[in-house]
């Protein structure tokens, strides 16, 4: 091959990766602005609205308490895109087009966002669809969007791009977060009322969702497929699919072994996403107003967490970082246990720690497990990534539960989640990546 050809073929990749990035930049605000901050809570008052004089709604008739129904929702976005996942995944390989897949959900998802500004009034039972219409298509595009990593960077290169994915991403979500809550706490200074602030900050991530949306369609291009897929693949549906994804993964023991570690500590990142504002306000009393600037302050550190993970990935590899960085949330963890009542400074300390750790924590868990991923089986076997991401991340809100209702106490509800990484820090520890990744027949890094 020329060198005029390796480097064009060198710059073609590098505008793929930065058409990438803008994808984790157009839908991480809908994470962070949407689920994160405003929806719960708005959502939450409209089925009180709507609610009977018991305190129960009735979405098909089931009677549902007003305070679950948000909740509910989530979880059942999680169910349809579980089903979804795998059917999806497989047709990607299949065809190898990605691209109008990704595109579809992506603005199935930004459409219902941006749809949330209708929910007025008593319109719990549309915000719900609305939610998990959204919900479950923004899970399946960032399995497709995961899937297209190995294909844009090379092993080398993959935790650099992973990081800086996940950067751009926290980087979006600060700048909409910080919009969203000047217009919301000075709604009275821009003549709008509170719930009218609400539902444009919820539109306006649908919007920014599906407007930059547009740069990674543009740039990111779909390789094909040499042979045609066989019909009974082509009708195969979710829960059959998902059957025959396991089956292939059982060929990879290894890989399989690593997707159960990371199930075991994400589950526990994802619960102390969840429940770090549950602890704030009911455990240290603190304000409403301060919670937000701490997911703020985590939103902000992130973007430094995970480029400084990045780097220290390319010195040390990325499972003795990962390794790191569930030492540092133990430790996290034991700091909050001890935080006083009542003192935002110490809070304030606690997400700084968890901002620089949680960025860096999902990007190089990414970029490791596309190492583990056989040639051509990208979206299949990101679908069971993502799934372990979403669908499994219910055993630590389990856990914190249940520790509270035996316990009373919020602290030992938190240090409860120190076993999610003590665990996964040990299963990750016997995992041979090395051997996992000759296994599944890709080529090794020199760190890894």
Not at 392 to 414: E, K, V
Not at 420 to 434: E, M, S, W, Y
Request: glycine share 10%.
């Amino acid at each position: 091959m020329s060198t005029d050809t390796l480097v064009a073929n060198a710059a073609d990749l590098k505008r793929q990766q930065r058409g990438w990035y803008f994808y984790d930049w157009a839908c991480s605000v809908y994470s962070t602005s949407v689920l994160t901050v405003f929806l719960g809570p708005y959502l939450t008052s409209v089925a009180k609205e709507a609610a009977d004089a018991g305190g129960y709604v009735h979405p098909l008739g089931v009677p549902v308490r007003a305070g679950s129904f948000f909740a509910y929702s989530v979880s059942l976005s999680v169910i349809v895109a579980v089903l979804v996942m795998p059917l999806v995944g497989a047709a990607a390989d299949r065809t190898g087009r990605r691209k109008p897949l990704l595109a579809a959900a992506a603005y199935t998802g930004a459409a219902a966002t941006t749809g949330m500004f209708l929910l007025g009034g008593d319109r719990y039972l549309l915000g719900g669809v609305l939610l998990i219409v959204a919900n479950a298509a923004q899970s399946v595009a960032m399995m497709l969007y995961n899937s297209y990593l190995p294909q844009i960077a090379p092993p080398e290169e993959r935790d650099a791009v992973s990081s800086r994915g996940w950067a751009f991403g926290y980087a979006a979500g600060s700048l909409v977060l910080v919009v969203n809550l000047v217009l919301y706490l000075a709604h009275d200074s821009f003549g709008v009322s509170e719930s009218m602030a609400v539902r444009i900050c919820l539109a306006s991530a649908g919007l920014w969702w599906g407007g930059f949306t547009v740069v990674p369609l543009l740039r990111l291009r779909d390789r094909g497929r040499d042979e045609p897929a066989a019909p009974a693949e082509a009708t195969a549906p979710g829960l059959r699919q998902l059957a025959a994804t396991v089956r292939d993964m059982r060929r990879h023991p290894l890989t399989l072994a690593f997707l159960l570690a990371y199930l075991i500590y994400n589950d526990g990142i994802q619960t102390v996403i969840s429940q770090a504002s549950v602890y704030g306000s009911e455990e240290l009393g603190l304000s409403q107003s301060t919670l937000i600037v701490a997911v703020l302050l985590v939103q902000v550190l992130a973007v430094a967490g995970a480029l400084g993970m990045g780097r220290l990935a390319r010195t040390y590899g990325a499972k003795r970082t990962i390794l790191g960085s569930l030492v540092a949330w133990t430790l996290t963890l034991g700091g909050g246990y001890f935080l006083p009542a009542g003192a935002p400074a110490g809070f304030f300390l606690l997400a700084a720690a968890i901002g620089l750790v949680l960025g860096g924590s999902q990007a190089l868990s990414r970029s490791l497990f596309s190492h583990l991923v056989p040639p051509g089986k990208e979206a299949e076997y990101f679908s069971a990534y993502e799934m372990s991401d979403r669908g499994m991340s219910w055993l630590g809100p389990l856990l914190f539960g249940i520790t509270y209702q035996l316990t009373g106490s919020y602290r030992d509800a938190i240090i409860s989640l120190v076993a999610f990484f003590v665990i996964g820090f040990v299963l990750l520890a016997r995992v041979p990546v090395r051997r996992a990744i000759g296994h599944a027949g890709n080529p090794v890094p020199e760190k890894i």
